[in-house]
């Protein structure tokens, strides 16, 4: 069952029944991509608590989720922990090796990846993923390379509609529904 309309096209549901691994850029995609300092200098991140339950379901449904960012914060490094992300490369432009080197490690080939990122440190690893996702906040270059351009802005619930997406496709839905209708597996 799809219950978003734009996600109802038998290619795009065909890459993502095969997904295994969600792949997330940060600035841009789980936040505004904006940065915000405080007057001590102090950067702060702003994260969606929607897209927050979004990845744990994903993981639930044995998504695995990873994030590579070109940034390092230590923010990023919380918010990965809390929602039980084991894999995270920070400070690194370099996306797609990093990408190379992770999935022989988790036994993944890059059919079974989806990645979103809205910039052109992206580019390349969302070209070689299996589904490559991008946000509409990202230039349109970079959209144009997207097999799927979310509905929600990076921040802004980008990331809980590609969970939801993913679990609809991949037929995980009902099941989402019944824990929290009925306290069901």
Sequence with gaps: MVLDPRLNSPGLIERARHIRLLVLDVDGVMTDGQLYFQADGQETKAFSTQDGLGIKLLQRAGVKVAIITGRESP?????????????????????LEVLKGLLPQLGIDFSEVAYCGDDLPDLPSLRQAGLGISV???????????????????????????????????????????TFLYGQD
């Design 136 to 178: 509409p906040n990202a230039p349109a270059y970079i959209r144009e390379y997207a097999a799927w351009v979310t509905a929600r802005r990076g921040g802004d619930g980008a990331v809980r509609e590609i969970c939801d997406g993913l679990l609809q496709m991949q037929g995980h839905w009902a099941s989402v529904l019944d």
């Design 75 to 95: 923010m990023v490094s919380r918010r990965a922990a809390a929602l039980g992300i084991e894999h995270v490369f920070q400070g690194r432009d370099d996306k």
